[in-house]
């Protein structure tokens, strides 16, 4: 009787949850609220982190020269130019045949652009010592200045060593076949140390194996 008397109050039975349209759009509602929180915090962090790396372009921006890039090339061709015309010199690397991976160039080139970044006049400001290892004996090549016109800031010795490992040696005797007697054909390593030192204060040597 009870529930008979609670229908007819209600006039019609209560809307089930498959045909009740209301219900319906309260949980597509709440369904799409809850997406539109993800998103809004996802577009949010996405933005902080380009506020972020926008910061610090801005930074690295502001300390960067446009020139050290073209002054970095006529450094390293400067370099691999010494080098070759110190394998006919006397007394020098005097060789046969002098072999430089291109890696090495690109490696010493990073390491400048290293090295030079707190300096400042920035590569503009190097003196570079190039001096090849042999054995127990480190011989000197040629000492350059990345720009003559410019009272060097800071002192680099570049320290280079000859490949002795992997397949170089049981190959090195193919480049020196045709070579004058005594003169053997020899193959820088990529390997190389870095000596900077500072010429404006009495600040200690730094030392970089790379």
Request: some cysteine; proline content about 6%.
């Amino acid at each position: 009787m009870h529930s008979s008397s609670a229908r007819a109050q209600g006039g019609s039975s209560p809307p089930s949850p498959v045909d009740g349209s209301p219900r319906r759009l309260s949980w597509g509602n709440l369904v799409q609220k809850l997406t539109d929180s993800v998103e809004s915090r996802s577009n949010n962090s996405s933005r902080s982190d380009l506020s972020d790396s926008a910061s610090e372009v801005s930074e690295e921006e502001l300390f960067y020269d446009p020139t050290e890039e073209a002054i970095l090339k006529e450094v390293v061709q400067l370099i691999e130019r010494s080098l070759r015309e110190a394998k006919d010199s006397p007394c020098a690397l005097r060789c046969a045949k002098l072999l430089i991976p291109d890696r090495l160039l690109e490696r010493i080139g990073g390491e400048l652009l290293h090295l030079a970044a707190s300096e400042p006049c920035g590569l503009r400001g190097a003196l570079v010592d190039l001096c090849v290892e042999r054995g127990p004996q480190c011989e000197s090549v040629a000492q350059l200045s990345a720009d003559p016109y410019l009272v060097p800031t800071f002192q680099l010795t570049l320290v280079l060593r000859l490949e002795s490992g992997g397949l170089w040696p049981k190959i090195q005797g193919l480049f020196s076949s045709r070579s004058p007697a005594g003169k053997q054909a020899i193959k820088l390593s990529t390997g190389f140390r870095v000596i900077k030192k500072k010429l404006y204060c009495s600040e200690g040597l730094l030392i970089e194996e790379c």
